[in-house]
């Protein structure tokens, strides 16, 4: 049930393309695609890295949580997901030591990924979200 | 010369022992070690997770860099390292596309890796590091 690597981590920008002038031009790094996510008012680009992605989060809206995020702390590292096989045993554990989840249960995106974040305040200030893939077909 | 993995996400904390009952007792990571690096006043924790590792820094001084960096942001992310094959090649890369550098040129730890910050004015706020790892005997 311990993770077993950085799915992704996620970054916080203002705008994609000059975000990606450093990402992707100067760095090297290849962009997979960018898709919007109307529900969280986030565009995202998805940049593979090995085994993990860098993903890079521009707010659609004033009102979003990322924009919100971005006007208070300023760009930058938002968030680091790690992958778990079992995402229920994953939360149970982090419950059996105290640490404070965001999510009660797992969440369920349109691929099948099931997702929680755990609190920064139970984490150091950091934001973890935990991520369990879909199986394989 | 583009990145080939993360090589790690370092992470600031207040204290190691509050900080592994997260990663490691909760989270399930494996503590591989951890060293005390005078040089930058800080100890190290090691956890290794997939082809990546989570680093936890604690500063040993109130003087050091991560202890003024711990004062004025709190806890939490603080870089994250890309590995390259060639750490001249990307930093040339990077000073082409006007990315500007900390290290005019890489500086070198005892066991031979190579490394540079890219500046966060240059990077939306992320402190990026880059490693080109020693070539194994």
């Excluded at 993770?3 to 962009?31: C, K, M, R, Y």
């Amino acid at each position: 049930m311990s993770p077993t690597q950085i799915n992704h981590v996620a970054i916080v920008v203002e705008d994609l393309p000059t975000a990606l002038h450093f990402w992707q031009d100067a760095l090297g790094l290849s962009l997979q695609r960018t898709e919007d996510n109307p529900g969280e008012a986030v565009r995202i680009a998805f940049l593979p890295l090995g085994e993990s992605e860098i993903e890079l989060l521009e707010p659609t809206t004033p009102e979003s949580g990322i924009a919100k995020y971005l006007a208070k702390r300023g760009p930058g590292m938002h968030h680091v997901c790690l992958q778990v096989d079992d995402i229920e045993a994953a939360m149970q554990r982090l419950r059996d030591h105290q640490i404070e989840l965001i999510n009660e249960s797992p969440r369920i995106r349109e691929d099948g990924t099931r997702y929680a974040f755990v609190h920064p305040r139970s984490a150091g200030g950091v934001m973890v979200e935990l991520y369990e893939l879909p199986a394989k077909a």
